[in-house]
């Protein structure tokens, strides 16, 4: 089965610039999460969808950040205006939620590096 | 914001040698989940410890959730190699990660 599916792999891009990452979660899984990975503030939590509806977006660092999840199999997280400080790994992971709560596992994407000049 | 502290940041080992790192809540959680990350990949899915109290172990590794469920544990016995890369902790209904700590094994 295919995993968590993010592109680009590797983005480089210039201050200023509009840059969108996708995602495409493991058919099934219905909570995804949008995660930062840099060395300074390690692995930050931005968005987590349940059902496709944003749950907790607290993590979003300013409203230059924004995230989507129009339909089940596919989410977007859009940086504009880019700015070198948003340069960092970005990973998109999912799992299935139950009435329960979220008790499995995060399955992660291979991640989205960016580089902002 | 995160809550989930993990000791030590770095640890540097010689192959053969025993690593443990610890994770640290300031609040009661409702289970904790365990995942490595190697150098340049992604977060894996190790474990999950849901019980009071509870330890399990997977080969070399040996997980341990508090009694308090407010820290827990992961030993690796006699390091090898493979075991190089960062290893986190992930509490609060597993959206928020520990700070991690990154394992180097010295051959």
């Known amino acids: 089965d295919a995993g968590v599916i993010q592109s680009p792999r590797h983005e480089v891009t210039e201050m200023g610039q509009e840059v969108t990452l996708r995602c495409k979660p493991i058919s099934g899984h219905n909570s995804l999460f949008w995660y930062r990975q840099t060395m300074m503030r390690g692995l930050e939590l931005l968005i987590y969808f349940n059902n496709n509806v944003p749950i907790d977006d607290s993590g979003m660092p300013e409203d230059r950040f924004s995230a989507k999840m129009p339909n089940a199999s596919f989410s977007t997280l859009k940086i504009q205006p880019s700015e070198p400080r948003d340069s960092a790994v970005y990973f998109c992971?999912?799992?299935?939620?139950?009435?329960?709560?979220?008790?499995?596992?995060?399955?992660f994407g291979e991640g989205s590096r960016l580089t902002v000049l | 914001g995160q809550q989930v502290m993990q000791i030590p940041q770095y640890q540097h080992v010689q192959e053969g040698e025993d690593f443990t790192t610890y994770c640290n809540s300031s609040t009661t959680l409702s289970n904790i989940q365990w995942y490595k990350q190697r150098p340049g990949g992604h977060p894996v899915f190790l474990i999950q410890l849901v019980k009071s109290g509870e330890v399990k172990k997977q080969k070399r590794l040996t997980f341990q959730f508090g009694e308090a469920k407010k820290n827990s544990s992961l030993h690796i016995t006699a390091t090898q190699t493979t075991d190089v890369g960062t290893y986190f902790c992930?509490?609060?209904?597993?959206?928020?990660f520990g700070t991690g700590t990154s394992l180097t094994v010295i051959p």
């Open positions: 992971a999912s799992t299935r939620a139950t009435l329960a709560g979220l008790t499995g596992e995060l399955f």
């Open positions: 992930a509490g609060r209904n597993q959206f928020y």
